[in-house]
């Protein structure tokens, strides 16, 4: 089944630690996203790839690094320059052509401060 | 002024009801439009894309109004199933041909027997 694997499901952080959250995808889509979504809030857009080897900051990068070394993969590490982290965190995956396309989720990452 | 807003709710409906939600965003240049459902501690799923004559999935309706800068979301005969957060989401240009979309906070359904 084509899908977006994200692990781990729940992950804690300690005061400090930088910690990477995995986001695979085997539905060969181009593009790839990180979001995370607070309380009552709607999904912020961190950082994007359109492409292997690219990406950009999305609205609120800071504290944040990505990388796109693989088609499939867009691991996500949350530095301890942020400040915040406790968040649901979800990956997410579409065609990029040049209208805009839905885009499909993994099932998320809980993190947590300890 | 958010870039995409919508009415939290939550709105609370007998089952069979019918009920709609409405949704403006702030983009006149947006070009694609969806709504999303998202249940309590999940991701969130595509429920349906919104195009400009209007479209119908089931008992989904969705309708854009481009003048007026507004989507809505129509759901006939709701059942128990359909209680989920619904998100409005738009596209917006990033300026150098590139696009993002914007999530809504989303409007809380609770449908009940």
């Known amino acids: 089944d084509g899908g977006i694997t994200q692990s781990p499901k729940y992950l804690f952080r300690k005061e400090g630690q930088n910690v990477t959250l995995s986001c695979e995808q085997n539905?060969?889509?181009?593009?790839m996203y990180w979001y995370r979504q607070d309380p009552g809030q709607g999904l912020r857009l961190i950082y994007y790839?359109?492409?292997?080897?690219?990406?950009q900051k999305g609205d609120i990068a800071e504290g944040y690094s990505v990388s796109r070394e693989k088609k499939e993969s867009f691991p996500l590490t949350v530095t301890s320059a942020q400040k915040n982290p406790t968040a649901f965190y979800l990956c997410?995956?579409?065609?990029?052509?040049?209208?805009?396309?839905?885009?499909?989720f993994g099932d998320g990452t809980r993190l947590s401060i300890l | 002024r958010k870039e995409v807003e919508q009415d939290p709710g939550p709105f609370n409906v007998p089952e069979g009801a019918t009920v709609a939600f409405n949704c403006t965003y702030s983009?006149?240049?947006?070009?694609?439009f969806f709504w999303y459902r998202q249940d309590c501690r999940k991701e969130p799923k595509l429920l349906m894309s919104?195009?400009?004559s209007g479209n119908e999935d089931g008992r989904f309706t969705a309708q854009l109004n481009r003048a007026s800068q507004y989507i809505s979301l129509l759901i006939r005969d709701s059942k128990l199933s359909d209680s989920a957060t619904y998100l409005c989401?738009?596209?917006?240009?990033?300026?150098?041909?590139?696009?993002?979309?914007?999530f809504g906070a989303g409007t809380i359904l609770r449908v009940k027997s």
């Open positions: 790839s359109q492409i292997v080897n690219d990406f």
């Open positions: 983009n006149s240049a947006s070009q694609s």
């Open positions: 997410a995956s579409s065609v990029w052509t040049g209208r805009t396309q839905p885009q499909h």
């Open positions: 989401v738009v596209n917006f240009s990033l300026g150098f041909g590139g696009n993002k979309l914007v």
């Open positions: 539905l060969n889509h181009d593009a």
């Open positions: 919104v195009y400009s």
